[in-house]
Structures are given as structure tokens and as C-alpha cells.
């Protein structure tokens, strides 16, 4: 498994594809609000110790990792989604074109109906 980006730069990356996305306005946005609010609410604090745990020690390392495995999912989906449309706007076929196009792009021309 590829490692994991540290969190401010996933937050960071997580901004810049909202900001391609929305544009310059994209501070005004819900979803840039709840993404700060996520991550300020998450953020890195000391391990706690030993009596403060309740759980076994798998579901806490487990559980600790979560919120940051799940943002570098969500940047990866971004940056591909966005990656994807530009790839489909560039190689998306045009449809049906017309023969006289079509013999146009070979470098040939229709024979003219005579009348």
C-alpha cells in the first residue's frame, strides 16, 4: 500500500482541487467549511496513554488512522475525477460525421453528382 501523505498536505490538496473546481469563491463554499471543520476537529494530538484507552490496542491503531486514510481517499477521488473529465473532453468522440468529412480527414474528396 502506497504511504500516506501528511495531513496538512492532504487539507491542502483537498483545497486546491475545491478551488479548481469553484473557482475563486470557493472560500463562501459549505463544503469548504466542513472540510476545515473536519480537519481542525481531527487534528493530530499526542497519543493517549495506556489508562485512557478502553478499547483493545488493534481497534484504537485501527480507529486512529481512519479520519487520515479516508481525506487521502477523498483527494485521490478529486484529483482523478478531475483528471477523468479532462481525458474524456479530449478523446470524447464527436458523433457521426458526414462522409464528405470523413473523406476530408483521409484526404480524399467525394465524386461530385454530375446536374
Do not use: W
Amino acid at each position: 500500500m502506497a504511504a500516506l501523505l501528511p495531513p496538512l498536505r492532504v487539507c491542502r490538496g483537498i483545497l486546491k482541487e475545491l478551488r479548481t473546481m469553484q473557482g475563486p469563491k470557493y472560500k463562501l463554499s459549505p463544503a469548504y467549511s466542513y472540510i476545515m471543520d473536519q480537519f481542525r476537529k481531527n487534528k493530530a494530538s499526542s497519543p493517549p496513554t495506556a489508562s485512557q484507552l478502553t478499547v483493545t490496542g488493534e481497534m484504537y491503531c485501527r480507529a486512529q488512522q481512519e479520519a487520515h486514510h479516508d481525506s487521502h481517499t477523498y483527494l485521490c477521488l478529486l484529483a482523478s475525477s478531475r483528471t477523468h473529465l479532462a481525458l474524456h473532453k479530449l478523446y470524447h468522440g464527436k458523433g457521426d460525421r458526414s462522409r464528405e468529412e470523413v473523406a476530408g480527414l483521409v484526404g480524399l474528396r467525394l465524386p461530385t453528382q454530375p446536374g
